[in-house]
């Protein structure tokens, strides 16, 4: 499986300490007019809603009737934590708890979640002890400085992305599942990124010192710490308009853009272009049909 998916299906993973499937489904055969497999949905109406992780059907029930105090235990938890507020957009039960999507307010911006132990023979929820998955949180404040930094750079990616789905019969996620079932750090509908290794783990410490650092002082930071450019690899994954097969002219073109671009951010980029369905139980896209360009190809921008 590509490095994107396997970054993306390890969060998905982590979510409940097991999803229900894999990264690729492999019943998404479609007829000639419609889908065969009833866990699909068209990608422009997917919000999250169907979005399920292991064992969650008793917790899920438990957290929906708790929302208020697993919503104010979330926010104080990132609050004295992280030091930094969030918005609850989500949450859905899991084995012996909730995991609980949220958004940053401000910068820096990223999307993730925590877990809020839930104890349903008890049927109560353990709100002083939520947690967060070893380095999922770090993960995404890194990916979120990184794009506050080179903001310009970011622009000139969003921008292409933005027109290249104008100029082809392609999309994106809808801004609802983003919000809603998407936990992958700095994210649009047409990417996320992620760090690779701890080769930018000073952003992180450098955060959680001092909150209130001006650009020129983050800029002047990354200059002084060398990091080589597959320390943040740009997951691009975009979806085809129409239930058609993905196209590989598309593809090709979106490669060949990207290779000869310049003025976007430094990393590693990896594309997939996906057909219409997405999994609504998973919120994962590819499947066996799904084209890519990716490890051990990496676009390498440096």
């Known amino acids: 499986m590509v490095r994107l998916l396997v970054v993306f299906a ?116 353990v709100s002083e002890n939520v947690w967060s998955q070893e380095g999922q949180v770090e993960n995404a404040i890194k990916t979120a400085l990184y794009a506050m930094i080179f903001h310009e750079e970011f622009s000139k990616l969003e921008k292409y992305l933005l027109d290249i789905v104008k100029d082809y019969a392609i999309t994106g ?33 450098e955060y959680m010192n001092d909150q209130e650092i001006s650009i020129s002082e983050w800029k002047d930071l990354i200059e002084q710490n060398p990091y080589s450019p597959d320390s943040i690899l740009f997951s691009i994954s975009l979806y085809m308009e129409e239930n058609v097969e993905p196209d590989e002219k598309i593809l090709n073109q979106i490669v060949s853009d990207i290779e000869e671009m310049k003025g976007i951010p430094r990393g590693a980029y990896n594309i997939i272009l996906n057909d219409n369905w997405i999994n609504k139980t998973t919120a994962i896209g590819a499947k066996d049909n799904s084209i890519e360009h990716s490890y051990p190809n990496d676009i390498i921008k440096e």
């Open 10 to 125: 390890g969060i998905l993973l982590l979510l409940s300490g097991c999803n229900q499937q894999n990264g690729k489904n492999t019943n998404a055969t479609q007829g000639e007019n419609n889908k065969v497999d009833d866990t699909l949905v068209r990608v422009q109406d997917y919000t999250g809603e169907g979005y399920t992780l292991r064992n969650g059907n008793k917790s899920d029930k438990i957290a929906q009737e708790n929302k208020e105090a697993i919503t104010k235990a979330v926010e104080m938890f990132f609050l004295e934590k992280y030091k930094t507020e969030v918005m609850v957009h989500n949450m859905v039960g899991a084995a012996d708890g909730a995991t609980v999507f949220v958004e940053s307010v401000g910068e820096p911006h990223f999307y993730t979640y925590a877990i809020v132990p839930i104890d349903v023979d008890q049927k109560k929820v």
């Open 173 to 205: 996620i809808t801004e609802e599942a983003l919000r809603n079932v998407r936990a992958t750090g700095y994210s649009t509908p047409f990417y996320y990124s992620s760090t690779m290794g701890d080769s930018l783990d000073f952003l992180f410490e």
